[in-house]
C-alpha cells in the first residue's frame, strides 16, 4: 500500500496525523505502509475519504484519483489548455 504513504508524504502529514484523523491505529497505518497487512473495507473507506481518493487509486486499480465528476472535467480542461499551448509554438 504504497499509495497510502504517498499520499500521506505529499501532505507533509506524520502516521499519527493520519491515525487521529482517521481513528485508525498507528502501528496499523505502518503494516498497511509496509505491505505487512491489508486495510479491510472500513480502513479502505476512511484513508480514501481522508485523502479525498477513490478506493481503487487507494489500492492500485487506477492511476487516477478522480473522486468526482468536476475533478475529471477540470482535467481535461487542463489538457485542452496545454495542448492550445503546445499549438501556439508549432
Known amino acids: ?6 499520499l500521506r508524504e505529499d501532505r507533509d502529514l506524520r502516521q499519527i496525523d493520519v491515525a487521529k484523523a482517521t481513528g485508525i491505529d498507528q502501528k496499523t497505518l505502518s503494516n498497511y505502509e509496509t505491505e505487512k497487512t491489508n486495510p479491510d473495507s472500513y480502513a479502505l473507506i476512511k484513508l480514501a475519504d481522508f485523502f479525498g481518493v477513490t478506493i481503487d487509486y487507494l489500492v492500485g486499480r487506477s ?4 473522486l468526482h465528476r468536476d475533478d475529471v472535467i477540470q482535467k481535461l480542461a487542463s ?12
Open 1 to 6: 500500500m504504497n499509495r497510502i504513504r504517498d
Open 79 to 90: 489538457i485542452q489548455q496545454d495542448l492550445e499551448d503546445v499549438k501556439k509554438l508549432l
Open 63 to 66: 492511476n487516477h484519483n478522480f
